[in-house]
């Protein structure tokens, strides 16, 4: 059902036997396009609609900068915002120490209902969440990774999504090039494309 394939380094054509070849082949002729980033010209590259050669093990800076691009080059509306908001954790509150704010009788994850304007338990039914945006939450425990408590009374909280879109803006096409040798241009235009 895609149309539209960023493969890094997935040797499929390979690795995936008879079955893969064949999907892939159909997929081609319903018009799905593959892009294949490896190091090296392999079979399932040759098989894809574009392979674009990259630095080996720098996958990661050439999909920093395909997560820049969307979230900061295209508008908010590009991105799909109910399944953020009411399938992922995206909404949740994040408190100072980096782990999420809970209620302090459930434990349970907060976000922020926009409807009551007030931190409410990730499934509470009819709640409205904020996907970005930093709030006052009036009381909350933060638990660390070892059970490590924090008590919180009125501190302001930034959502997990509001921390991603501001950890990924350091990481532009510009920046991925240096490491991945992949052109700026290049990626922006598959980040586009996606």
Known sequence: YTDYIISLGANNEIT???SAVA??????????RRVQ???HLSITAAASAEWVPIKPKT???FMFALIHVVLHEHPRSRLDLPFLTGMTSSP???????YYLRDPESQK???WDTRRQAAVVFDAGDAEPLLEGRVPVIDAVEVGADDERWVHHGVT???????LVEH???????WATGICEVPAATIRRIANEY
């Open 16 to 18: 995936g036997g008879v």
């Open 23 to 32: 999907r892939h082949a159909a997929a081609r002729l319903r018009g799905a």
């Open 37 to 39: 980033i490896e190091p």
């Open 59 to 61: 996958d990661a800076a």
């Open 92 to 98: 949740y509150l994040v408190g100072p120490h980096g």
């Open 109 to 111: 994850p907060l976000m």
């Open 157 to 163: 909280a930034a959502t997990a999504f509001t921390h």
């Open 168 to 174: 990924f803006a350091q990481y532009g096409p510009e």
